[in-house]
């Protein structure tokens, strides 16, 4: 695929996270491998969605703001077109590629979340 392609993709997978048609875990995994900023963009404000879960669940404020910025996400993406240089730059200290090379496991899985938070490399 190139960007054009892989950003419609990713679009489609943020929306179908939202629209519950399948979870975080199963979306990040399907991701593709990219060096385009604005599909990492969107693998980590999936990732901030997932972690953001407890709050989302007690907050309905944040988890519709929240909902809404995911949307916002996707369909920029699904149209190809690029995100607004503001929502790059606020995921830019996550910027390392998507770690699509983590093992497939729970294991894997907490791995990378952890290096997502920064508690461990």
Same mark, same amino acid.
């Given at each position: 695929?190139?960007?054009?392609?892989?950003?419609?993709?990713?679009?489609?997978?943020?929306?179908?996270?939202?629209?519950? @048609?399948? #979870?975080?875990?199963?979306?990040?995994?399907?991701?593709?491998?990219?060096?385009?900023?604005?599909?990492?963009?969107?693998? *980590?404000?999936?990732? *901030?969605?997932?972690?953001?879960?407890?709050?989302? !669940?007690?907050?309905?404020?944040?988890?519709?703001? @929240?909902?809404?910025?995911?949307?916002?996400?996707? @369909?920029?993406?699904? !149209?190809?077109?690029?995100?607004?240089? #503001?929502?790059?730059?606020?995921?830019?200290?996550?910027?390392?590629?998507? !770690?699509?090379?983590?093992?497939?496991?729970? *294991?894997?899985?907490?791995?990378?979340?952890?290096?997502?938070?920064?508690?461990?490399?």
């Amino acid at each position: 695929m190139n960007n054009t392609e892989d950003r419609k993709f990713v679009g489609r997978l943020i929306i179908s996270v939202l629209t519950e @048609q399948r #979870n975080v875990r199963e979306a990040i995994k399907l991701f593709p491998e990219t060096t385009d900023r604005n599909i990492e963009c969107a693998y *980590h404000a999936l990732l *901030h969605y997932e972690a953001d879960e407890e709050m989302r !669940a007690k907050d309905i404020e944040y988890r519709e703001a @929240q909902d809404e910025y995911l949307e916002y996400i996707a @369909q920029t993406l699904e !149209a190809g077109k690029d995100l607004p240089k #503001n929502i790059l730059e606020e995921y830019k200290p996550y910027y390392s590629g998507i !770690a699509g090379l983590w093992d497939n496991t729970l *294991h894997g899985f907490i791995k990378e979340f952890l290096r997502f938070i920064n508690i461990s490399k």
